[in-house]
């Protein structure tokens, strides 16, 4: 039994060995993120194909424009019928045979002359359709984009926030060796190494958390940049410190109305909507077509008498029809048209006032952050004089356990500060530039 638990452990231990050797490594910059996210992402591929698929219809409606040109055969087997003859004192004598093996072909042309707008229009709509997908594209886009920075920053959030425990619990360590030191020396009491054991202990806690924070950032990224869950990312683009100077607000929100995918895509569904009044409006006229044929058939019918072979007739004309009465169906469409319309300028109203909300928000935001950088690094080096005056002062027997403690928890607060600042700002920085449609 005892065998079988060396073996089962041995294996046990190779094939995690191998699983982990297994795992892909990347070390990753922000832009090459990006470039994978760009590569791998279901929902931009969508959002292209609903692109392609406005593009084709484009093409669909401009063709209806052009002549078209149709060609139509067919084949018919009659019943018997007697021929067609006449009698006369001098005998019978027949017209039109009794032909029972029909054949029919036909080219046919036809132009559209006028339609009361309404070709035009239908193109209208489709080209502003097309130009509305191709900014929702782009609005897809930069989402994509966003989100890669945000889940890349955010893995070097949790891998910065993991250095620091990781600093801490190596401190609260060395600094519960000295106290045992201390207490051999009865220069200490058992509470004292007690309170920092536990002090220890929460470190080691912290630890764990962000571990597991580290991994759920890391699946965040490969989920957003599509690719295998359990790739272990390594961080190589740095955060930048140095912060820049936006323009004031109303500013940045002129330049928000004047780049942002969604406004663009919003006016043009508007011009596609004036375009739709006017296609409702289209059935009050007359539609007019240019046509041509061209039969061979056997027999043809416009051949007397009929004959058993392949004739070659044509006809051509201009054709015009006009819905004198439809029970208002077409002020009833118009009124559908024109109630869009107002649906799609309110719309773009509505989607004006958060815009002009958002890049608010996120103006300020940036600034913020700005502020707590400058602070926050003043609070580092603070905070670093104080442990080191005061793990001196402790190793003197000066200062107590609680003071090491307390000066311990200020310096991890300190570098937590500062990695948040740093971090918030870029993701700040990187959700204003979005906003501004950049």
Not at 110 to 126: E, N, V, W
Not at 237 to 265: G, I, Q, W
């Amino acid at each position: 039994m005892k065998y079988l638990l060396i073996i089962i452990t041995a294996s046990f231990l190779l094939n995690f060995g191998n699983s982990t050797y297994a795992q892909t490594k990347m070390s990753l910059t922000v832009e090459e993120a990006i470039d994978i996210g760009l590569k791998n992402s279901k929902l931009l591929n969508s959002s292209f194909a609903r692109l392609k698929s406005s593009e084709a219809k484009l093409k669909e409606v401009n063709a209806s424009r052009l002549p078209s040109l149709k060609f139509s055969a067919g084949y018919t087997r009659l019943s018997e019928v007697d021929p067609f003859s006449i009698s006369t004192p001098f005998g019978n004598f027949e017209i039109s045979p009794s032909i029972l093996n029909t054949y029919q072909t036909k080219l046919s042309l036809a132009q559209p002359l006028f339609t009361g707008f309404k070709l035009k229009s239908s193109s209208d709509i489709a080209e502003y359709s097309a130009n509305a997908s191709q900014e929702d594209y782009n609005k897809d886009r930069n989402e994509l984009l966003f989100n890669i920075r945000n889940g890349y920053w955010g893995l070097f959030k949790a891998e910065q926030f993991k250095k620091v425990i990781d600093e801490n619990v190596v401190q609260v360590k060395a600094h519960l060796n000295d106290a045992k030191n201390l207490l051999d020396q009865g220069m200490l009491t058992n509470n004292d190494v007690l309170k920092i054991e536990v002090q220890y202990n929460d470190a080691l806690l912290r630890q764990i958390d962000a571990n597991n924070n580290l991994k759920l950032a890391m699946i965040n990224l490969n989920s957003i940049m599509g690719i295998s869950l359990d790739t272990e990312i390594q961080i190589v683009s740095s955060m930048d410190k140095k912060t820049e100077n936006f323009e004031d607000a109303d500013v940045l929100v002129k330049k928000a109305y004047e780049k942002r995918a969604e406004l663009k895509s919003a006016n043009y569904r508007i011009q596609a909507s004036e375009s739709g009044v006017t296609l409702a409006q289209s059935s009050w006229y007359p539609q007019i077509f240019l046509f041509s044929n061209l039969y061979y058939n056997r027999p043809n019918s416009r051949i007397f008498p009929a004959k058993d072979q392949f004739d070659e007739t044509w006809d051509a004309g201009v054709s015009l029809s006009w819905d004198v009465w439809n029970w208002l169906s077409t002020s009833h469409q118009t009124e559908q048209a024109e109630a869009a319309l107002i649906q799609a300028q309110e719309g773009l109203g509505i989607l004006k006032d958060a815009i002009t909300l958002e890049v608010t928000q996120n103006f300020l935001t940036v600034n913020q952050n700005k502020m707590k950088i400058e602070i926050s690094e003043v609070g580092v080096k603070q905070a670093e004089e104080n442990m080191r005056i005061t793990t001196e002062r402790f190793r003197q027997g000066i200062a107590t356990s609680s003071d090491v403690i307390d000066a311990e928890v200020a310096l991890l607060q300190a570098k937590t500060n500062y990695t948040n600042s740093l971090v918030d700002y870029e993701l700040a920085k990187a959700k204003l530039k979005k906003s501004l449609g950049e």
